[in-house]
């Protein structure tokens, strides 16, 4: 399972020529196309070194977020990570855009291993089950950084950005086999049931980060198993039949 503190290491980039350009090349005299070849050279290494510091920023900050809190400021960001606040501004804009890159990462990490717990389900139930244990097992690696990385910017009501992107996708992948399960996959209601699912899963599971870590919190397995219960049987099972019984006494005395 991958941390939601640190990114994996990604591969450089490489490059190789295009025959368009291959072609443009050919026509210009000697000096002008090694001078222009240079260019060339000079703009993809700058490229790459852009890429490669952007890459270490957005690492730098979810080391720093996960032992600061989801809260910290730019500042606090910028000195954890050995560096300046201008340094991050010129590279992400502002926090918002810290915020946004940051999440694009972390996000696209909980959709491949989401996606990837529910390839071994042999049931709608038991594919559900899988993906919310693994959305709470990978934001319970760094609450900070998860609660960082999928708050919506300051003055948005609703999340928006990388988080709706995530939570679309989830919801694709649970409507599938709902479709199967209520014997009609073009019906209405495939596409209610989904939607709701996920707001209860989120509710719930942030509710259930946000828990101190106490004696009878329940452990992710034991969470993703409850939403799961909740979601496909409803919470019958924890509402009485009847009304409690009223003792014949205590009815009297508001008569």
């Known amino acids: 399972m991958n941390s939601l503190q640190q990114e994996p290491t990604a591969s450089s980039h490489s490059s190789s020529p295009s025959s368009l350009a291959c072609s443009a090349d050919s026509s210009l ?15 993809v290494r700058w490229e790459s070194h852009r890429e490669e510091r952007r890459r270490s920023l957005i690492q730098a ?15 606090e960001i910028a000195v954890t990570a050995g560096t300046s606040k201008s340094v991050f501004y010129r590279y992400f804009g502002d926090k918002s855009g810290l915020r946004h890159a940051v999440g694009a990462v972390v996000i696209r990490q909980m959709q491949q291993t989401i996606a ?49 992107g995530f939570f679309d996708s989830v919801t694709a992948m649970i409507t599938e086999p709902m479709g199967h399960l ?16 996920i707001g209860m899963v989120r509710t719930a599971g942030e509710l259930w980060l946000q828990t101190p870590d106490l004696d ?33 006494t205590a009815a009297e005395g508001k008569s």
Do not use: C
């Open 29 to 43: 005299p000697g000096p002008a196309k090694a001078a222009d070849a240079s260019l060339d050279g000079r703009s």
């Open 182 to 197: 209520l014997g009609d996959p073009n019906s209405p209601l495939v596409d209610y049931w989904p939607q709701a699912a």
């Open 116 to 164: 990837a717990a529910r390839q071994g389900a042999s049931s709608p139930r038991e594919g559900v089950t899988a993906m919310i244990s693994a959305y709470l097992q990978m934001a319970q690696t760094s609450p900070n950084v998860y609660f960082f990385a999928t708050l919506p910017d300051d003055g948005e009501a609703r999340p928006s950005g990388e988080l709706t």
């Open 216 to 248: 009878n919190k329940p452990d992710f397995t034991t969470m993703a198993g409850q939403i799961s219960a909740w979601l496909f049987d409803g919470v019958g099972q924890l509402v009485p039949l009847t009304p409690p019984h009223r003792s014949t």
């Open 61 to 75: 900050t979810r080391r720093a977020i996960h032992r600061l809190g989801a809260d910290a400021s730019m500042e």
